[in-house]
């Protein structure tokens, strides 16, 4: 399983966490096309908690928290 | 000619009760720019680095920059320069909200306010006119229903800035508070405050704009254009408004770098229910800004008792919610309401709080040092309780905790559970798993900070650019180049979080508009150099060593835990040396070739 995490405008429409069958999702880009979410709404997007690009390769157990552009100090 | 500075400064003198008005020298000024380059230099030239920060001889600074008031975005600055009374060392305290564009507006560049009143006392700024009013009658009164005593004696279109109980009693988490909500909040300039028996400072203006622009048509151009740049960044454009800064609660949880239980952990299970996600879904009324500002991050948020408040920030979120282990968000917002009323800085406050419970966990605290408030973990109660007690100067613990962990924790023997620098609490981003900011921490002039050098913008949100916040590459100098560029913006007047979206470049334009200054990218970036440099000589001959910049051990030694940066810890024994060499710096400090480069040799 693959847990997908989304946050803040990305949540608008969407769940808040999503549980998807890996086999379906090799990488980020299958995931965004699946939720719908264009690749430019995508500002932060984590692998178990590190950055990497959305086409990142994913593996049965991984957690994705994908973030739009948005930030504070 | 006309540039932007009024030219003007205000000597208040509180044990004489009297009020000189002398001129700002122009060179000096556009060399420091104003605002925090010019309070620091203004306190340094005059010799406060080596007076007792509450005795009669420290001085307070509240200074405008050349861009506070004016139509340019988000402009509604001012600062607190002072010798702090927590860490020792220079202080200055940043607040939005409007009193600092009215005391432009005014017709001031800023206030040096020495000695001590004989009585409480307020001041009144009705223009070109200073005045001088007893405050006995107000003594205890909280800040809110101080402003709106004040407001109601000389109008509703005064702004005021006052000092809640916690700076009466010179509690060293002292804030000052302007417009309500809005605070100059960390190293316990309240207390200085406090200490010279000033209870509030009222300031009119007739006018409401800035009356010496250098080139109007030249700024106007300049602004249209930022605030193009700040409508089109999806930070600055919608980002803050939407959510605030509570947003970064998931994100940095989601790195594995959110300080829980005073930092013995970095990863906190409840996140989610004290998110600025929860708060836009729950109690978030609307958001709010301070003068001038397009991008909106103030919060107004409504309590479960009816009261709407301004909300909390990141900070007080995290360092109430996660650091304490707490997921009750009302809680969280009357703790942080408290803080206002009280004159608390909502970040040392429930950073001591967290410390407090770190001490009662391993038994230095005692059940009855508690007084039936028992300092557990994930108590919503205590949170609320210790923040009034604080405020308040009631019990012994109280008492104690309101003069920060750092003192706190050595009265206990423990002052390894003290996460701070330089006395100074740090703030909610462990340094362990996004190793820049911790060269921010330990090298941050006022002690704990993460606003002088804001290496979270590349390091996690990918501002300007991502970095791997893992490693330590390069970060020295990103470290010292945000550094150099925050004191540019904090002594325009701007507020720091344009910085999402401007650049040098956009600064340098808005400054040489507004002052008729020649300002390149190159010179603007020299001229925050020397501010921070100006500021470590403050350091220096306040009697700072070079083990002060450090950070706590528990950062060295003690890997994360658990959570997505499990194993981390920081590696700053190998930055700080790349950080001098950046600098120019031998032991901490500028050597003779950095001053005179930058125009500080004697
Ligand atoms: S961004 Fe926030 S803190 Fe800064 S000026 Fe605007 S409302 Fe105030």
Known sequence: MLEVRLFATLRQGREKVYHLDAAGFPDGTAVLDHLHIPKEEVAIFLRNGFHRPTDTALADGDIVAIFPPTGGG | MSRSYYEKLARIDLTAGTVAVEPLE?????????????????????????????????????????????????????MVCTKSPLTGMIACSNSGGIWGAKLKHAGWDGLIVEGVAKEWTYLLVDDGEISFHSAEQYVGMKSEDMDEALRK???????????????????????????????????GVGAVMGSKKLKAIVVKASVGHVTTLHDEDALKQATSRCLGILKENGVTGQGLRAYGTAVLVNIINNIGSLPTKNWQEAYFEAAEKISGETMA???????????????????????????????????????????????????????????????????????????????YQIGAITEADCEGVPLTWGSAEAIVEWTRRMGAGETELGKRMAQGSYRLCEHYGHPEVSMSVKKQEMPAYDARGIQGIGITYATSNRGGCHVRGYMISPEVLG????????????????????????????????????????????????????????????????????????????????????????????????????????????????????????????????????????????
């Open chain 2, 153 to 187: 004696v000389h109008g509703e279109k005064a702004s005021v800035l006052n000092i809640g109980p916690a700076g009466e009693h010179q509690a060293l988490l002292a804030a000052i508070i302007n417009d309500k909500d809005r605070a100059a909040g960390r190293s």
């Open chain 2, 281 to 359: 879904e729950t109690c978030l009324v609307k958001p709010g800004a301070c003068f001038r500002c397009p991008i909106v991050c103030g919060r107004i948020v409504k309590l479960n008792d009816g009261k709407v408040c301004g909300g909390p920030e990141y900070e007080p979120l995290w360092a109430y919610g996660a650091n304490c282990g707490v997921d009750d968000l009302n809680a969280i917002n009357v703790a942080n309401m408290l803080c206002n009323e009280y004159g608390l800085d909502a970040i040392s406050t429930p950073c001591t709080i967290a410390a407090a419970m770190e001490l």
């Open chain 2, 463 to 602: 501002l300007p650019q991502q970095l791997d916040r893992t490693v330590t590459d390069d970060k020295a100098a990103w470290a010292k180049t945000f550094q150099d560029l925050t004191a540019v913006i904090d002594s325009m007047g701007n507020c720091l979080f344009t910085s999402f979206a401007l650049g040098a470049q956009e600064y340098a334009d808005l400054l040489n508009a507004a002052t008729g200054t020649n300002y390149t990218v190159e010179t603007l970036l020299e001229a925050g150099e020397r501010i921070y440099n100006l500021e470590r000589l403050f350091n220096k001959a306040a009697g700072m060593k070079p083990e002060d910049d450090r950070l706590p051990k528990r950062l060295l030694e003690d890997p994360i835990p658990g959570g997505p940066s499990k194993g981390m810890t920081s590696k700053i024994a190998l930055t700080l040396p790349q950080y001098y060499e950046a600098r120019g710096w031998v032991d901490a400090f500028p050597t003779e070739e950095t001053l005179r480069r930058l125009g500080l040799a004697e």
């Open chain 2, 26 to 78: 122009l060179e000096k000024a556009q060399r420091y720019i104003g605002g925090r380059g010019l309070g620091t230099k203004i306190l340094y030239d005059e010799g406060v680095a080596t007076v007792d920060p509450l005795g009669p001889d420290n001085k307070l600074v509240y200074i405008t920059g050349p861009m506070t008031g004016t139509p340019s975005p988000s402009s509604g600055r001012y």
